[in-house]
């Protein structure tokens, strides 16, 4: 199984971006899919989720109302659009997949925990 991502790089402040991912080995479509950053320094943080079966999202309380995830699943992607990026949205994005559909289980859906294959991330950049 590999996950994908692509989209990252160099924006400024109150730029966009968008990130996909793909994956091989599995049908994202059918899995739970998120987005993670990590910031230099800092530990891994959710920033959002879809879920695999109604395509409910999710999202870390900094992003709402910038950032929005969606799914494509003629194409078997995901995507995260960003929007306004501020400064402090700089870090390594990595695309997750998870068996467990978070509208059926139990915890946060943005808990990293949760996710059992990983991409390699990519890199986005705000200076400040």
């Known amino acids: 199984v590999q996950l994908v991502e692509s989209g990252g790089g160099l924006v400024q402040p109150g730029g966009s971006l968008r990130l996909s991912c793909t994956a091989s080995g599995l049908p994202l479509k059918n899995w739970a899919t998120g987005w993670f950053r990590q910031a230099p320094g800092k530990g891994r943080e959710g920033v959002a989720v879809i879920s695999s079966g109604h395509g409910t999202t999710y999202y870390e309380d900094s992003v709402k109302g910038r950032f929005t995830i969606s799914r494509d699943n003629d194409k078997d992607a995901v995507w995260l659009q960003m929007t306004n990026l501020q400064p402090e949205d700089p870090a390594v994005y990595y695309c997750?997949?998870?068996?467990?559909?978070?509208?059926?289980?139990?915890?946060?859906?943005?808990?990293?925990?949760?996710?059992?294959?990983w991409g390699q991330g990519t890199q986005v950049t705000v200076p400040s």
């Open positions: 997750a997949a998870a068996f467990a559909d978070p509208e059926y289980r139990v915890g946060d859906p943005l808990d990293s925990e949760a996710y059992e294959y």
